[in-house]
């Protein structure tokens, strides 16, 4: 849409119960860097023709596979957030609250903490690469 020039991504907040104290800012650093190398839009602070709001409601781990012992073969980390989206020239495009959720697998037999730095790179490009095709994409 060539008369929308700008966007506004301001920080993510963080609602889950389980704590990753970087998690808010990777998203958001992660979605800002890919409108600025995917659109020709501007990045501003406040107040930009696209406005994407969003929140971190989610982040949990969950056994996925159990072994003949009945133990955790496989573990999943999950993560959602919630997205408000304004389009201030084009507000039939406007959404509020969209979940959007990613998850990476890892064996059980590793710590969270082991692999948890890496996971949440994976799942923050595919949280990301949802929300931008869910707002931009059909341009």
């Known amino acids: 849409q060539p008369d929308v020039k700008t966007v506004t991504i301001p920080y993510f907040e963080y609602k889950a119960l389980k704590v ?3 998690l808010s800012n990777q998203i958001t650093e992660a979605l800002q860097e890919k409108f600025i190398r995917l659109t020709r839009l501007e990045l501003v602070d406040a107040e930009g023709d696209l406005e994407i709001i969003g929140a971190v409601t989610g982040y949990d781990v969950k056994a996925t596979a159990i072994n003949a012992s009945e133990q955790a073969a496989q573990n999943r980390l999950t993560v959602n957030v ?3 989206f304004v389009n201030r020239k084009y507000p039939e495009d406007n959404f509020e609250d969209k979940g959007f959720s990613a998850y990476a697998d890892f064996d059980a037999m590793q710590s969270l903490d082991a692999v948890e730095a890496g996971l949440c790179e994976e799942i ?3 949280i990301c690469e949802d929300i931008f095709n869910a707002t931009v994409a059909k341009w």
Do not use: A, I, M
């Open 20 to 22: 990753n104290p970087s």
């Open 82 to 84: 919630k997205v408000t």
């Open 124 to 126: 923050v490009e595919k």
